[in-house]
């Protein structure tokens, strides 16, 4: 791989070899072999793991040489490849830290011509091995992961400026925007939406409801979904919650909206979700609820009535516990 | 029944103190280590009991309108959930009693007063 720095050329690959440390590119399975180990060891050791170098350490990981597909042809062409790798090996071996920018590493490998380099922790012991594979791999990798991140920032622009178009005069608008995984902000959108009904004087059942519609949305996007935005609208007479999130649906959303029904797993379960409650309850604590869930994200929107017709609606409907 | 009462009945400490003018009248307990059971339950004015521990139980007490958490099983709350509760002014106790236990120990004051209202017990 030939890479000239140049400032006009300088390209997200680049950035990404500046970005990059040694420990995020090298490979971290080694195959070593002990001094004690023969030339013919490391030939078949190379052959069967398809590598063109051997470190060759002590004590685990104190690196003492390196053996090359050059020493092994040496030893053969000596006829030697019974000796021990400790007579042929190179031992005064050009290795790198595992924290120095994989820039330096790269400029090292191609001013000295080398395959591949060891890498060493601060305490002298190896954790790698980089090659030039190693480094192509590591910085196509981030700017896979870099593409993607500006994909995700068109697609919550798009949705941004969606949001802005449904603004209306005496509309008061909330929203939230939030992360996959993210439960230490879960609540953050219920809060606000349970104030602002508030202020507006509704009554407490009224207020509940909304809050409780509200919380169950957010941890739905925090918990299931690669992130989205909750948003609310409060008009005179009611408030919208409006939930979207960037995916990946529901498969099934009539199982989905059966009680007890959870695709939770255990880590979520511990913190005291996934009881398949939650879209249920987000039906009945409103008095107009829909939900669509493709695969390109669930949209959920739910009307609360500041003054329901009826309030016996929602007592009836709603679960009774035996305590 | 009285909130005191219940504190008492379950040899509860207090880990943040209720506010002066809390309301100091409980109507009902909600028993449970699952946040959706207590989002879904229909009571008034109660007080959550629960072995969860996270910031997450305020947040629902506080959607819920519930009067106060009891943690059961002697757990300690890590301290954002106490600073969550200081801020959202929901009272936080703790009792070494399993939430079982806990529900025995209630189950007369909660009987009395569904027999003083005339509420069949469910």
Known sequence: ?????????????????????????????????GPEATMLDAQIAMRDHRISGIPIVIDGDKLVGLVSIQDVIEALVANDIHAPVGKWMTEKVYTVREKIPLIQAVKELQKRGFGRLPVLNAEDRLVGMLTNN????????????????????????????MSATQERPG?????????????????????????????????????????????????????????GILEAF????????????????????????????STANEVVRALGFGAGMGLPNMKRCSD???????????????????????????QENATEEKT | MELQEIIRLLNAEPLVAPEPGHPSSVHDVCAADLLSDILATKKRDFVILTGL?????????????????????????PEATLEAARKSRIPVWRCSMQLFESCVALAPLIEEKRTKEGVAPT
């Open chain 1, 288 to 314: 107009e609820f829909s939900i669509s869930a493709p695969a390109s994200g669930t949209t959920v929107t739910m009307k609360i009535l500041f003054n329901p017709p009826s309030q016996a609606t929602h």
């Open chain 1, 234 to 261: 409060l008009s005179d007479q009611d408030i919208t919650i409006l939930s979207r999130d960037r995916g990946p649906g529901i498969p099934n959303v009539d199982e989905a909206m059966k009680e007890g029904f």
């Open chain 1, 134 to 161: 190693d480094v192509t791999r590591a910085v196509m990798l981030r700017l896979n992961e870099e593409a993607r991140a500006a994909e995700q920032r068109e697609a919550d622009l798009m949705a941004r400026s």
């Open chain 2, 53 to 77: 521990v996270t910031p997450q139980v305020i947040r629902v007490a506080e959607a819920t309108d519930a009067l106060g958490v009891v943690i059961v099983r002697g757990k300690t709350p």
């Open chain 1, 1 to 33: 791989m030939r890479m000239r720095i140049d400032p006009v050329t300088y390209t997200p690959f680049h950035e990404a070899l500046y970005d990059l440390r040694v420990r995020d590119a090298m490979s971290k399975n080694l195959i070593v072999l």
């Open chain 1, 171 to 227: 509309i008061e608008r909330i929203e939230i925007r939030v992360e996959p995984m993210d439960l230490d902000a879960a609540g953050t959108f219920a809060g606000l939406v349970k104030k602002a009904v508030k202020k507006r004087g509704v009554s407490p059942d009224v207020a509940r409801r909304a809050a409780i519609a509200a919380y169950e949305a957010e941890v739905n996007v925090i918990l299931h979904s690669m992130g």
